[in-house]
C-alpha cells in the first residue's frame, strides 16, 4: 500500500499563491505518474495537473499559465506551485499516483487538502 500525505492548503486571498506538497510513504513501490485533482462542493472531481516520471506534464485549461506541477523523484514527492489564485480556484485538493511493482499498477489517492480563495 502506498500512502499520500499532503499539506500546504489555506486560506488566501486572490492573486496570492500557495504551494501544495504530496508526499509517497511507499519507497518500496515504483511510482509512475503522479497529480493533482480538485474537488469544489456539489462538483466533480477534476483533473488539475499531471506529471509523469519522466517530467512531462499536462494541465487543464482553467490553470495553464497560472499553477505548475513538479516532482522529487528521490523523495517521491509531487508538488503543486498555484500563483495568481482565484476565487474559483477554491476547493479541496487531492494528490494521486499510479504505483505499483512488478508491472501492476493501482492508483492511490490522499486526503485532500482545503484551499480557499478570498475575494
Known amino acids: 500500500q502506498v500512502q499520500l500525505v499532503e499539506s500546504g492548503g489555506g486560506l488566501v486571498q486572490a492573486g496570492g499563491s500557495l504551494r501544495l506538497s504530496c508526499a509517497a510513504s511507499?519507497?518500496?513501490?515504483?511510482?509512475?505518474?503522479m497529480a493533482w485533482y480538485r474537488q469544489a462542493p456539489g462538483k466533480q472531481r477534476d483533473l488539475v495537473a499531471i506529471i509523469s516520471s519522466g517530467g512531462s506534464t499536462n494541465y487543464a485549461d482553467s490553470v495553464k499559465g497560472r499553477f505548475t506541477i513538479s516532482r522529487d523523484n528521490a523523495k517521491n514527492t509531487v508538488y503543486l506551485q498555484m500563483n495568481s489564485l482565484k476565487a474559483e480556484d477554491t476547493a479541496v485538493y487531492y494528490c494521486?499516483?499510479?504505483?505499483?511493482?512488478?508491472?501492476?499498477?493501482?492508483?492511490?489517492w490522499g486526503q485532500g487538502t482545503q484551499v480557499t480563495v478570498s475575494s
Open positions: 494521486n499516483a499510479r504505483a505499483g511493482r512488478f508491472g501492476m499498477f493501482s492508483s492511490y
Open positions: 511507499e519507497s518500496a513501490f515504483s511510482i509512475n505518474t
